[in-house]
């Protein structure tokens, strides 16, 4: 059941991220955020949680729009959070210009700090959808819906809050507290051409098992805002045994000092299907190759997807004998036309394994 909030809740405004460093003395504790360097506009956010317990604590999955010369008045940011306070239920939120948001709560059959599960939204340019292991759980549609339209950067971040009517009292005892991620996988929108979410209308674009930091992807944040009692800082965001810890700890003891993680703690394993290679070039002028391995006989669609959605060029091979194969694009779309320059992902296809890469055309 759903427990809908005013949807100029306030409470809902303390938990936004306004990312701009905070003069002054520092802050009572240190907690963690991990964000990606790239933004993106429309998708399927996923990933395997287990959540931060006990009382005064956010933990979280977002995306946020970083604030540029109209401040607030621009807003854009879709939430999961889990506030330590709750062990049956987690928020919900959408913000929009002005600040703007529309607040509501999960109820869960148990507690998201004691088990892994995985959690997801969809955002679309019609609606804005949240998903507990699979199953659709809260959607949004309306006005402001449409207003959720600039490109975001992908964020998980453990902090304490001040506000304890919002999220309770932290008792310093508790600490260290962690948030653990297992993976984290992101799809792009492209309606009627995907093979994944609601109504097959994403494709998986990138996924990250957490084995180690990327950070050709993500960044460690070094800030924080009126609100949030903690300085983030790098070292309590710690990559260890194939998994994302974001650590709220004290100023004196950062770092993850809990039992060790590896292999055997993760819920479960991933089926192991084909695998597309890096394409090369890339970036490419007149050519771009890809080699697929572990393949099943039978057959195998290519998509050149743009930016935008739209399915530029599409190749069905029926008799696919090996389990390898090459293929190469040369930057032309269905009726042979030269596309212009820009980046296009590359969606392989074969019964229900689906992957793809980002490529980028210079002319």
């Given at each position: 059941?759903?427990?809908?909030?005013?949807?100029?809740?306030?409470?809902?405004?303390?938990?936004?991220?306004?990312?701009?460093?905070?003069?002054?003395?520092?802050?009572?504790?240190?907690?963690?955020?991990?964000?990606?360097?790239?933004?993106?506009?429309?998708?399927?956010?996923?990933?395997?949680?287990?959540?931060?317990?006990?009382?005064?604590?956010?933990?979280?999955?977002?995306?946020?729009?970083?604030?540029?010369?109209?401040?607030?008045?621009?807003?854009?940011?879709?939430?999961?959070?889990?506030?330590?306070?709750?062990?049956?239920?987690?928020?919900?939120?959408?913000?929009?210009?002005?600040?703007?948001?529309?607040?509501?709560?999960?109820?869960?059959?148990?507690?998201?700090?004691?088990?892994?599960?995985?959690?997801?939204?969809?955002?679309?340019?019609?609606?804005?959808?949240?998903?507990?292991?699979?199953?659709?759980?809260?959607?949004?549609?309306?006005?402001?819906?449409?207003?959720?339209?600039?490109?975001?950067?992908?964020?998980?971040?453990?902090?304490?809050?001040?506000?304890?009517?919002?999220?309770?009292n932290l008792n310093p005892s508790d600490?260290?507290?962690?948030?653990?991620?297992?993976?984290?996988?992101?799809?792009?929108?492209?309606?009627?051409?995907?093979?994944?979410?609601?109504?097959?209308?994403?494709?998986?674009?990138?996924?990250?098992?957490?084995?180690?930091?990327?950070?050709?992807?993500?960044?460690?944040?070094?800030?924080?805002?009126?609100?949030?009692n903690c300085d983030f800082t790098p070292?309590?965001?710690?990559?260890?045994?194939?998994?994302?810890?974001?650590?709220?700890?004290?100023?004196?003891?950062?770092?993850?000092?809990?039992?060790?993680?590896?292999?055997?703690?993760?819920?479960?394993?991933?089926?192991?299907?084909?695998?597309?290679?890096?394409?090369?070039?890339?970036?490419?002028?007149?050519?771009?190759?890809?080699?697929?391995?572990?393949?099943?006989?039978?057959?195998?669609?290519?998509?050149?997807?743009?930016?935008?959605?739209?399915?530029?060029?599409?190749?069905?091979?029926?008799?696919?004998?090996?389990?390898?194969?090459?293929?190469?694009?040369?930057g032309k779309d269905d009726l042979g036309?030269?596309?212009?320059?820009?980046?296009?992902?590359?969606?392989?296809?074969?019964?229900?394994?689906?992957?793809?890469?980002?490529?980028?055309?210079?002319?």
């Open positions: 059941m759903l427990q809908f909030i005013n949807q100029f809740n306030r409470y809902a405004i303390i938990a936004t991220i306004l990312l701009l460093t905070t003069s002054g003395m520092a802050k009572d504790y240190r907690g963690a955020e991990y964000r990606t360097i790239e933004t993106v506009r429309y998708g399927r956010f996923e990933a395997r949680i287990k959540s931060a317990p006990h009382p005064g604590t956010v933990s979280s999955l977002f995306t946020y729009h970083e604030l540029g010369s109209a401040g607030v008045a621009e807003w854009n940011e879709i939430d999961i959070e889990f506030l330590g306070r709750y062990t049956d239920r987690f928020q919900v939120n959408t913000i929009t210009d002005w600040q703007a948001d529309w607040v509501q709560f999960v109820d869960l059959d148990y507690d998201p700090a004691s088990e892994f599960h995985d959690y997801a939204f969809e955002w679309t340019p019609d609606y804005i959808a949240w998903f507990v292991d699979g199953e659709e759980v809260n959607r949004q549609t309306g006005p402001h819906v449409g207003e959720m339209n600039r490109y975001q950067k992908i964020m998980m971040n453990l902090w304490p809050s001040t506000n304890s009517a919002w999220v309770g600490l260290p507290i962690y948030a653990i991620y297992d993976w984290f996988t992101y799809s792009a929108y492209v309606p009627g051409t995907g093979s994944s979410g609601t109504g097959n209308n994403f494709v998986q674009l990138w996924h990250d098992d957490f084995n180690y930091w990327d950070a050709s992807r993500w960044q460690k944040a070094t800030h924080t805002w009126d609100g949030n070292a309590n965001a710690v990559l260890t045994g194939g998994f994302l810890v974001l650590c709220l700890t004290t100023p004196s003891n950062t770092g993850y000092s809990g039992p060790p993680l590896s292999i055997d703690d993760h819920p479960e394993s991933v089926p192991e299907g084909f695998q597309l290679s890096p394409a090369w070039p890339n970036p490419f002028n007149d050519q771009v190759n890809f080699s697929i391995n572990n393949l099943k006989p039978g057959s195998i669609r290519i998509d050149i997807i743009d930016i935008q959605g739209e399915v530029k060029y599409s190749q069905l091979r029926s008799d696919v004998s090996s389990d390898y194969l090459e293929f190469s694009w040369e036309n030269a596309l212009p320059s820009g980046s296009y992902i590359c969606s392989v296809t074969q019964a229900r394994n689906q992957l793809s890469q980002k490529i980028l055309l210079l002319k």
